[in-house]
């Protein structure tokens, strides 16, 4: 039992709610589940492979990206969409993996967000020199719905800013196995990735990857 406030001492990390009300910044929650995300990881990507999309205005992006779960998210020259179908290959996304979702549902939990029920799960894959420039996630119909971010591989540094572009923007380190997420008053705050930095992370390489989790209806 400690004895007097004085002793308590500040985590290392900070652990939650630092960016406001609704959002999360869980450290390392990730880590345990690593083995199985890895793995499934690997099965989404054989059956969905990651591709670089093109945006409405014809850029290339510098993310490469695939989905699994029962809705995906795409982009190309007619606009953003969530869709069943991989354009790819043609066929439905990969399931999402159980230790894709479970890992979903209990930070969203930890957060504040009981019941969070992922049927969509981008995955974004960033190599030095790759970032994601500011925008609003707008794409979803219910904005009451958190989303969940999982880190894996290179760190990044993740730009959080306000309602409006021009707003100024926190830069918030990320490192493998860290999870955020976003919901309540941040939802539609405007967010991105600075370019990512040359590294060399042990077993996955010169290679940051994301999963973002959402329920898109
Ligand atoms: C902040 N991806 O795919 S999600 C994206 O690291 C995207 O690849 C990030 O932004 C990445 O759209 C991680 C982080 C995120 C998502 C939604 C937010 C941050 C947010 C909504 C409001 C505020
Ligand atoms: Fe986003």
């Known amino acids: 039992m400690s004895t007097s406030l004085f002793e308590m001492e500040p985590p290392a990390r900070p652990s939650k709610d630092i960016l406001g009300a609704g959002t999360a910044v869980l450290a390392g929650f990730a880590l345990?589940?690593?083995?199985?995300?890895?793995?499934?990881?690997?099965?989404?990507?054989?059956?969905?492979?990651?591709?670089?999309?093109?945006?409405?205005?014809?850029?290339?992006?510098?993310?490469?990206?695939?989905?699994?779960?029962?809705?995906?998210?795409?982009?190309?020259?007619?606009?953003?969409?969530?869709?069943?179908i991989d354009p790819e290959v043609n066929r439905p996304w990969p399931a999402m993996p159980r230790a894709f979702r479970e890992l979903a549902t209990a930070a969203a939990e930890e957060a504040?967000?009981?019941?969070?029920?992922?049927?969509?799960?981008?995955?974004?894959?960033?190599?030095?020199?790759a970032r994601l420039s500011l925008h609003q996630d707008k794409n979803e119909r219910d904005f009451t719905q958190p989303i969940v971010s999982v880190s894996l591989g290179l760190p990044a540094t993740f730009l959080f800013g306000g309602l409006e572009r021009g707003d100024k923007t926190q830069r918030i380190q990320v490192i493998h196995g860290d999870v955020l997420v976003w919901?309540?008053?941040?939802?539609?705050?405007?967010?991105?990735?600075a370019p990512l930095k040359e590294g060399e992370y042990p077993r996955l390489g010169r290679v940051r990857y994301n999963l973002t989790f959402r329920n898109v209806g």
């Open 112 to 129: 504040g967000f009981p019941n969070f029920v992922p049927d969509a799960c981008l995955i974004n894959r960033y190599e030095p020199g």
């Open 32 to 84: 345990d589940a690593e083995e199985e995300l890895l793995a499934s990881l690997k099965d989404v990507v054989e059956r969905s492979p990651f591709r670089n999309m093109v945006t409405p205005g014809g850029f290339r992006m510098s993310v490469a990206m695939s989905n699994c779960g029962p809705l995906g998210w795409v982009t190309d020259r007619t606009g953003y969409r969530y869709d069943q």
């Open 183 to 193: 919901g309540g008053s941040a939802r539609l705050c405007y967010h991105g990735i």
